[in-house]
Structure formats: C-alpha cells, structure tokens
C-alpha cells in the first residue's frame, strides 16, 4: 500500500504493530527460550576464551550506569537467596522436623547439637545455606524447625510442642 505522507505511513505502521504487538511479543519469548541453553553456552566459551574482554565491558557498564546496576544486581542477588533457599528447605524436607510446618517463611535451619554459636563464628550467618549446599547437606548436625520450634529449643532446650505432648 503506497503512501504519500510520511505520517500517514507511521500512523499505519503504529496500529498495525499495536494489533499484532502481542503475537509478535509471544513468538519473541518462544524463540528466546527455544535457544536459550545454546546462547548460554556460546557466551560461556566465549568469555573462556577472553575474559579480559567481558571484564572490560562489565566494568564499563557498571561505571556508566551506576544506579540502574546497582539496583539490578540487588534484584539478582535477592532471586538467588530465594532459590539457594528454597533448594536448601527442599533438601531437608520441606517441614518442621518437629510439628510439621511447612510455610516456607517460617522455617529455618537448625543446628541439632546446640552447637551455631561455634560454626557461625567459621561460616557468616548469610552464608549458611551456600555452606549447607556446598557440604551437601549434611543431615546428622541440622535440621529443618519452624521459628517457634527453634526458639523454644533455643530458650529452653525443648520444643513446646514436645512439652504440650508430655503434659
């Protein structure tokens, strides 16, 4: 369809695109994903074989965008706690190994032998769940409690629901 004026050209080309901005979008993510472990590894091979190069350009990036990296690596950062998380509270059960909870905000790790004082001061506490993950989970010292279950072991050396189910 021939156009004569510029702007009635742009205003077709506008709607059009408007109109099929969702299928366009659609096929953009399948074809994003279809390839997406191919790409991964072409970068990884890529960065292999000069990392100086994509240091270089990280570094650039981070210079000239400060506040818009800062704020995507504080968004990435959090992601990966949530999933670290998430693996570590799968590997021990996925509930309090003591009433069952299973609310995922309200479980924790803890240390069977009363013993966190003296491995936090060797692991920072932010680090736990990478150090369980990298020492593969070890069951025979921690174990999976609910807030409640944990404090009550902590302040007074038994759950109360193991003191509710003596009385």
């Keep these: 369809m021939p156009f004569k004026d510029l702007a009635v050209r742009k205003a077709y080309l506008r709607k ?16 994003y994903w279809a390839n997406h472990e191919a790409s991964l590894e072409y970068k990884r091979k890529a960065y292999r074989a000069n990392p100086e190069k994509f240091l270089a350009k990280h570094n650039a990036l981070k210079k000239k965008f400060p506040e818009r990296w800062a704020e995507w690596h504080r968004k990435a950062n959090k992601k990966y706690k949530a999933r670290l998380k998430a693996e570590v509270i ?22 069977i032998n009363n013993d966190g004082k003296e491995h936090r001061k060797q692991v920072p506490g932010h680090s736990l769940y990478l150090w369980l993950k990298n ?3 070890p069951k025979d ?11 009550g072991k902590m302040k007074f050396g038994i759950c109360p629901h193991q003191t509710s189910k003596e009385n």
Excluded: P
């Design 135 to 137: 020492n593969g989970f």
């Design 141 to 151: 010292k921690f174990q999976l409690l609910c807030v409640s279950c944990n404090w």
């Design 90 to 111: 799968a590997a021990y059960g996925s509930k309090c190994a003591c009433c069952g909870e299973k609310v995922e905000g309200l479980l924790a790790i803890d240390h």
């Design 16 to 31: 059009k695109y408007l109109a099929e901005r969702e299928e366009i979008l659609k096929r953009a993510k399948e074809k």
